[in-house]
């Protein structure tokens, strides 16, 4: 991570000034910026790899940021930080393209690691993702592997643990699995739980962890 620069936009001064203490050491650069307008002159300005943003700010939030940042630079990773009662904000980051989401209050080992999965996709040319605890999965065959054995998962399956792998470090919220995995087609909580059932039976109980009516990740 040593060779990649971030912009943290963050309204609160005693939180900007926390995190620049706690984690710039692990970045090239480490930007702060006061709001969301302030956020895209600076990210206009230092073209940084990884944007960290809150929602609720004045002037401009960070959704509407995000957004701006997404038409500018779509490939551009952007981390939103929420409250769980901000849950509504957190659909609508669902289709500006928000890459991941953290609730607060912030862990600033959980954040590290976010950035760290972030930095290895945005760096690595290895297609296999180490999961931990034996598993890993391959991004060019599209497969989950246990102790170097191909786990055998049905379509929907599939396409739920690449949504996860691609979250690694935080959570996919209910409305984008089902977008994502049923294509937006009617689906119960009822039977999203069946399905989660069976892929926890297929690996282990604790691969998944989830948070009762936001989301799912996998528990590395």
Do not use: C
């Not at 009516?213 to 528990?219: D, P, R, S, V």
């Amino acid at each position: 991570m040593k060779n990649l620069t971030v912009l943290f936009v963050e309204d609160e001064e005693n939180i900007r000034k926390a995190l620049d203490s706690a984690i710039r050491d692990e970045f090239k650069d480490f930007i702060l910026a006061r709001d969301g307008d302030d956020g895209l002159k600076k990210f206009q300005k230092y073209k940084p790899d990884i944007v960290i943003t809150d929602i609720m700010m004045p002037i401009l939030d960070g959704l509407e940021m995000s957004k701006e940042i997404k038409n500018i630079s779509r490939d551009t990773p952007i981390v939103v930080l929420s409250a769980f009662d901000e849950k509504e904000k957190l659909l609508q980051a669902i289709d500006i393209g928000i890459d991941k989401y953290l609730m607060k209050p912030i862990d600033t080992e959980d954040l590290i690691d976010t950035l760290r999965y972030i930095a290895e996709d945005l760096l690595s040319l290895d297609s296999l993702v180490d999961l931990g605890h034996g598993y890993s999965f391959d991004k060019n065959r599209r497969v989950l592997v246990r102790d170097d054995d191909t786990m055998p998962l049905t379509k929907k399956e599939l396409l739920f643990i690449t949504l996860l792998v691609k979250n690694l470090g935080s959570y996919v919220l209910h409305d984008e699995l089902k977008k994502y995995v049923w294509t937006n087609k009617n689906v119960s909580d009822a039977a999203i739980r069946t399905f989660i059932k069976r892929v926890r039976e297929k690996t282990d109980k604790d691969f998944i962890k989830n948070i009762p009516g936001l989301g799912y990740k996998i528990n590395i």
